[in-house]
């Protein structure tokens, strides 16, 4: 054998044993398949887990925008027309432990209006689990029985307070018998002007809570629930009962109240009128002005007219003398658009005023 001859052998061997490695370098392991997103529905649609955790995760919120025409709230307001923009940002939490979900619900707000003010707040932080919910969200006195009607002014005439803090508990018995009993923070409620002058005084360095209890049972088309609230810093309080029937599609509801000293207001009887107009020259506030009096009484009906128009009226009164009258048409063209008319008239006996006010309101839910 030559030296040209066992040079090319040994050049061909190499080239084969490096295209062999070469080819072996090249070769990988097939990808493992990743689920990026697992569905969560134990706890109602839209929920997905968490990456690595068994967390469940649901994110949502609103866009709104709307007109206002004069204010259902105030006789005394000269406001015309005011513009008003509103963001919500929305997230829940759930997991499954021993006791139950455990769940957290926290909603995020900005909001603009006409002038260039702006706001922004935490309207709800909570937790919950095995029934127990600590942290804020609207007084078990309105989130138990249920708001004044499918209508944006609804609690024109007032009807509760609303985001505040609170330590509650609420039982469902599985058979249609519920129950709430809540503390709830004297010093946090958003809506604190509500209960006069003498009140927000009186909160300085005051620590015992208020309040709240409540029972009911509901079947298919019929339900009833009573709740009551307990003021700790007037010492006084109120009583809501509340009637819900479905006949068809129509719902329809009839919701009274009772103050346990219809002279004063309180966080369960309070009022959004001018304060000015039910005060005395000695500078005392007369509830029974101002406020329900001794007893106030709200009733609505919604009715469907096909599956994207719906009807809703709610009529309101008080032992005040304060009368009430909204309806509105609510409009989903599309799913989750909705265009919302509404007229309020408003009697204030007390000053011999009437008001008419109106809203027009366009809003996008995911």
């Not at 689920?35 to 994110?59: H, N, S």
Request: aromatic share 12%.
């Amino acid at each position: 054998m030559n030296i040209k001859s066992l040079l090319l052998g040994s050049a061909a061997a190499l080239a084969t044993v490096s295209g062999a490695h070469a080819a072996d370098a090249i070769v990988a392991a097939e990808p493992e398949p990743l689920q990026y997103v697992r569905i969560c529905d134990a706890y109602g649609t839209g929920y997905f887990f968490i990456p690595g955790t068994e967390t469940c995760l649901k994110i949502g919120g609103k866009i709104r925008t709307e007109g206002q025409w004069y204010d259902a709230y105030n006789p005394t307001s000269r406001v015309g027309t005011l513009w008003h923009d509103r963001a919500e940002l929305k997230v829940d939490t759930a997991t499954d432990t021993e006791y139950g979900a455990l769940k957290t619900n926290l909603i995020l707000r900005w909001e603009w209006n006409d002038g260039g003010d702006t706001a922004s707040k935490l309207l709800f932080a909570n937790i919950s689990l095995g029934g127990f919910t600590v942290g804020k969200l609207d007084s078990q006195y309105n989130l138990y029985v249920g708001y004044a009607g499918d209508v944006i002014n609804d609690d024109a005439i007032y009807d509760g307070p609303y985001e505040l803090n609170q330590l509650t508990y609420n039982y469902d018995g599985g058979n249609g018998f519920t129950g709430v009993i809540s503390l709830e923070d004297t010093n946090s409620a958003s809506d604190e002007d509500s209960y006069g002058g003498a009140w927000v005084t009186s909160k300085a360095n005051h620590y015992a809570p208020n309040v709240v209890a409540g029972l009911g049972y509901t079947t298919g088309t019929l339900g009833f629930k009573v709740v009551g609230g307990y003021d700790s810093i007037v010492e006084e309080g109120a009583i809501k009962a509340r009637v819900d029937a479905k006949f068809g599609g129509v719902e329809a509801f009839l919701m009274g109240g009772w103050n346990t000293d219809g002279d004063k207001l309180n966080q369960y009887a309070g009022s959004y009128q001018n304060e000015s107009a039910c005060t005395t020259s000695d500078g005392v506030v007369h509830g029974a002005k101002c406020g329900w009096g001794d007893w106030a009484v709200w009733g609505g009906v919604g009715v469907p007219i096909n599956d994207k128009l719906k009807w809703n009226l709610q009529l309101a009164y008080t032992d005040s003398k304060i009368f009430e009258a909204t309806t509105n048409v609510k409009f989903m063209p599309v799913k989750e658009l909705l265009i919302e008319p509404e007229l309020t008239y408003m009697h204030y006996d007390f000053i011999n005023d009437d008001t008419v006010a109106g809203v027009l309101r366009f809003e996008r839910n995911f």
